[in-house]
């Protein structure tokens, strides 16, 4: 009996101590977070842009691709912005996208993502008040995805910039930000984890968050319960574009020191070598270097015209760049770390030698903007009663259309025409007319109308496949 009554008394206490976390993780949940949102929230901003459309081809991707990879529930990467997709799709030249920022200075200066306003013809900034006032970009720097902005408003709320490192795993924390374009939205979550590398953005540690954050939260922060900034809210990985309790915020840290050289200069000058590479193997090794344990990073491309040039080649190992030992992983982090136009001393292997080589670093380019990637305008095609566009590397690489080197997609159809009737869809890839390889829309633009005495032969890739398609312009294909 006295055993049972241990037992029930140890019991008794494990449930006190479990009622007693509920409830301080309950009211942290509720009443705790109400002080905080209405100190920090006025300095929460909408930031409104407008800004050319994608491309017709990125539009026809979006929507060949969609049910696909909704269907799969296969986990992607997504910058947090609406677009093409969403309940509504982008269908004029230009477009209007909502988004999130901060002002971290009462002179104006705002902070919010580069993906947000690249491109942009205008940004306007809605403050808490309900005024919106054009907002200059100041810089922005393609690698940490920061961009600053200054308005003139007089004198505004400012946010504090903390440290990340001040945050555990496992801490509270709040996102703030505009998702959906609905307003100003408060979520709260804890730091799931830190130092976290996405494929997309191989130069930053990013901080996870399970605090919901969608479309629209783009360039929003994420706070902690001191009121600190401690990240801004970038990216999310979702099998429907929704929050799934999978958020990245870029720290900081990193933040402040981006914001502290666009003010100064408009843009972070960063290093770069002009090299592609791949990860060290134990079986690379014992060939490359004599021995099991892998080290370096195995050059594979020189740019030939790069900073590089010259000096580093194809097959080589990079062992260490200065006194810093090179990793695949964390190569990029070093390279952008260095000073445009500096010498350092790099030792690589090469033919089973290590060699010292003097390498002058380059200038970090800026990646083409969405204008540039996502193809050009429709272009109906009359006779064949659909509609196509130019492709592009990233879009032929979406469409599993990568070794093709050139085509045309298609971007609309007539239901009852020519095209539709011959089986073709939207987001198909046609690379030839007979024999005629298609690199332009010209190509097609002009062609003669099919009849079934005289159909007309499109080699179509879709979904990675190719197959003939005899165009006819009826119903018995």
Do not use: C
């Not at 799969?72 to 509504?88: A, E, H, I, K, T």
């Not at 690249?118 to 403050?127: H, Q």
């Amino acid at each position: 009996m006295s055993s049972w009554n241990g037992t029930a008394s140890r019991n008794s206490a494990v449930a006190a101590v479990a009622v007693l976390l509920f409830n301080a993780v309950a009211g942290a949940a509720t009443g705790g977070y109400a002080a905080l949102v209405r100190q920090v929230a006025p300095s929460v901003v909408t930031v409104l842009v407008m800004q050319r459309a994608e491309g017709a081809g990125q539009r026809a991707v979006d929507r060949a691709t969609g049910d696909t990879q909704n269907s799969d529930m296969r986990l992607f990467l997504r910058r947090m912005l609406p677009g093409p997709g969403s309940s509504n799709p982008v269908l004029s030249t230009e477009s209007s996208v909502l988004a999130s920022g901060f002002i971290i200075g009462a002179d104006g200066l705002i902070i919010t993502n580069r993906h947000v306003v690249v491109g942009a013809r205008s940004v306007r900034v809605k403050l808490e008040d309900g005024r919106e006032i054009p907002a200059q970009v100041v810089g922005s720097d393609a690698t940490t995805d920061i961009a600053l902005l200054k308005v003139s408003a007089g004198r505004l709320p400012a946010l504090r910039l903390g440290s990340s490192d001040k945050v555990s795993v496992g801490d509270p924390v709040i996102a703030i930000g505009n998702p959906f374009g609905l307003g100003r939205s408060v979520t709260a979550g804890i730091l799931s984890a830190r130092a976290r590398v996405l494929d997309e953005d191989p130069y930053i540690d990013f901080l996870q968050t399970d605090a919901a954050i969608n479309l629209g939260n783009s360039g929003g922060p994420l706070i902690s319960t001191d009121g600190a900034v401690v990240g801004v809210t970038t990216a999310i990985i979702s099998p429907s574009g929704g929050s799934v309790g999978l958020g990245f915020a870029i720290p900081a840290e990193t933040v402040a020191a981006v914001v502290a050289e666009l003010e100064a200069h408009g843009r972070v000058n960063r290093g770069y070598l002009g090299i592609e590479v791949q990860a060290m193997t134990p079986a690379l090794a014992r060939a490359l270097l004599g021995r099991d344990s892998p080290a370096g990073a195995l050059i594979t491309a020189v740019e030939p015209k790069g900073p590089s040039a010259g000096e580093l080649l194809v097959g080589d190992v990079l062992l260490r760049i200065g006194s810093t030992p090179v990793t695949f992983a964390g190569l990029g982090k070093i390279t952008v770390r260095l000073a445009p136009g500096a010498t350092v001393d790099a030792a690589v292997m090469r033919e089973g030698m290590e060699l010292s080589i003097a390498l002058t670093i380059g200038q970090l380019p800026d990646p083409p903007d969405s204008p540039q990637q996502s193809g050009g305008p429709d272009t109906w095609v009359a006779n064949l009663e659909f509609g196509v566009a130019n492709t592009t590397t990233e879009i032929r690489k979406a469409l599993k259309a990568q070794d093709e080197g050139g085509g045309l997609i298609v971007t609309q159809l007539r239901p009852d025409g020519a095209g539709a009737l011959a089986g073709l869809k939207i987001g198909d890839l046609i690379t030839h007319a007979g024999t005629k390889r298609l690199e332009d829309v010209a190509d097609l633009a002009a062609v003669r109308k099919p009849t079934s005495e005289l159909p007309l032969l499109l080699r179509v890739v879709r979904n990675g496949s190719p197959s003939f398609v005899a165009v006819t312009g009826s119903q018995d294909q």
